[in-house]
Structures are given as C-alpha cells and as structure tokens.
C-alpha cells in the first residue's frame, strides 16, 4: 500500500508542474501584475516591482522563481488586498471543506438509500417518482434553485412569522457574534441543501445503476438459489459491491467541488475557494490565481488517490499494482 501511495504521488509531480506553468504562462501573458502601478507619479516604484518579480527573465525562468517560493512557503501578496495570499487560499479552502463535507455527508446517504430502493424496486410508482425527480435535479441550475432556496425557507417564512431575523440565514458560515453550533447550521443549512440536490441526483442514478448490475450478476443468482434472505442480499451483496464505484465517484466529485462551488459560494457570500477565485479572475490578481490553482489540483490528486485506496479496501478484487 506504502509503495503504491508513493509511486503514485511521484507520478503527480510532473503532471502538477506542467499543468502549473502552462497556467503561469497563460496568467502572465493574459494579465500584467503591474497595471496598478502604470500611470503613478513614481516610475521607479514600477522598475522595481518589475526588478523584484523578475518580469524582464525569460517565463521558465519566473516561473522556477515563483515554484521555488511556494515550496518554502512565500505564496505572495495579493494586488487585490495586500495580504498574504497564504492566508486568503487556506481560510477559503478551510471555509470551502466545511461546505463540501457537509454537502458530500448528506448526498451520500440520501443518494445511497434512493438508489439502493430504486434499484430493488424497479420500474415501480417510487422508482419513477425517484427517476423524475433525479432528472429535475440535473436540470436545475444551482443559482436558481439557490435563490428560490432563499425565497422559500428565509424570506417567506420571516415576512409570514412577522420574525426580525430569517429562521435560516444565507450570509456566510458564521455570524459576527460567534453564535454557536445552533447558528452555523442556520447558516449551512440553505448553501448545503443546494449543494446536496444535484449531488443526489446524479450519485443515485450511479447507484441504481450498479446496483441493479450487481444484484443480475452470478454470485446473487446464487445466493438466491441457496434462500439466502433477499435483505442479506441487497445489503450484503449487492450494495456491499455497489460502494467500491460509489466511494470512488464520490471521491472524483468531492476533490473537484473545491474549485467549483464559485456560483454557490458567490450566491451564499460565502468566503470560500470559488469566491476567491471569481473575486481574483475580475480584478486581475494573478498573484493569487496561479497558487490557487496549483493548490486545487494538488487536492483533487490527493482525493483521487484516496478513492484508488478505498475502492481496493472495500472491493477485495481489486489490487493496487
């Protein structure tokens, strides 16, 4: 297992260093790092911001600059704040890990249990409801369902119930007060659930499906023929089969939502990695998009391998080589 991991992650490393410099030269030769110091009253402040960032070396050469940094730690200083851009990435990456684990939690169980039962009961009354109603969630787009989430639970029910503050808010992960565990599901509740609707949709038609491939296969025809009991069966055979595919699309999904939640986080205005980047991306902040980038990709390597390794642990036919 030890080896695999390592080779693994070795067999990474080139992938993340040509996918982060041909972004580092396509952020360079897009944006220029510097616009805000053109037209200023102090030309020699721009020669020697222009000097400290190396601007007049050749790309592979800022480039080895820049990686050199972050190794060591010196992420930069955002154009946009003037902060560290250490620490804008990793708050928004803490902010934005809160959403997804929360998010990624509830579809799988609900994703699980709905196509668990659609499979067992095909082509019934609850498997077409199941099925229409999957297709719906596909078909929604997660700006609007997150504004009709906001309509519905936060503002009508605070114009009816004539109450000061909405039951659910949709403002960030946390009040300024520090409201306790009560409030911060106040304020997850709503950006979850929009989360959590396209997940299902999606993850239970993949559950249904390799559930109904597992439960025609040859061992349950089997186990059928010996009376095992059908409960034993779905529970222990076919679903037991069916959670090696479903750990590892989980997985694939979960690493890929740090960077894709922009509309979700932007509509919630929550401070997480999509933000960030919309936020960057719009006013030009290239010293925080190319480590932002690198550090989304690190993550989704990290979460593929995870589901490699999951899916061998619950899947005994499967070897890691």
Do not use: C
């Not at 972050?70 to 928004?92: E, H, K, M, N, Y």
């Not at 684990?101 to 009961?121: E, K």
């Not at 990695?273 to 990290?302: K, N």
């Not at 391998?305 to 070897?319: E, S």
């Amino acid at each position: 297992m030890f080896a695999y991991v390592a080779r693994r992650l070795l067999y990474s490393v080139p992938v993340i260093l040509v996918a982060s410099f041909l972004l580092f030269w396509a952020v360079r030769v897009t944006f220029d790092p510097l616009s805000k110091l053109r037209g200023g009253r102090d030309p020699g402040a721009l020669a020697r911001a222009a000097e400290r960032l190396g601007l007049g070396q050749p790309i592979p050469y800022q480039y080895w600059r820049w990686l050199t940094q972050f190794v060591t730690g010196d992420w930069g200083v955002s154009s946009r704040t003037a902060g560290s851009v250490q620490g804008l990435i990793l708050p928004a990456l803490g902010t934005t890990l809160q959403l997804i684990v929360w998010g990624v939690l509830a579809a799988a169980v609900i994703a699980l249990a709905v196509g668990a039962y659609s499979a067992v009961r095909q082509y019934s009354a609850g498997d077409l409801v199941f099925t229409g109603l999957s297709y719906l969630g596909v078909a929604m787009p997660p700006f609007w369902l997150g504004l009709i989430l906001i309509q519905i639970l936060a503002a009508w029910p605070q114009e009816l119930l004539g109450l000061t503050d909405p039951p659910l808010y949709f403002v960030g992960l946390h009040s300024p007060d520090g409201g306790g565990p009560l409030d911060y599901a106040r304020h997850l509740v709503l950006p979850v659930l929009t989360l959590t609707v396209g997940l299902v949709a999606s993850w239970s038609r993949f559950t249904r499906a390799t559930m109904l491939d597992a439960l025609t296969s040859e061992y349950v025809r089997t186990a059928r023929a010996k009376g095992v009991p059908k409960g034993r069966i779905v529970v222990r055979h076919a679903l037991r089969t069916s959670l090696g595919p479903f750990v590892s699309v989980t997985a694939v999904d979960a690493g890929l939502l740090f960077g894709g939640l922009v509309v979700t986080e932007q509509i919630f205005a929550i401070q997480g990695m999509g933000r960030l980047f919309l936020d960057s991306l719009l006013t030009g902040d290239v010293f925080v998009l190319v480590p932002w980038t690198l550090v989304i990709g690190l993550v989704v390597i990290v979460f593929n391998l995870l589901a490699d390794i999951v899916y061998a642990v619950l899947d005994p036919r499967v070897r890691l080589g």
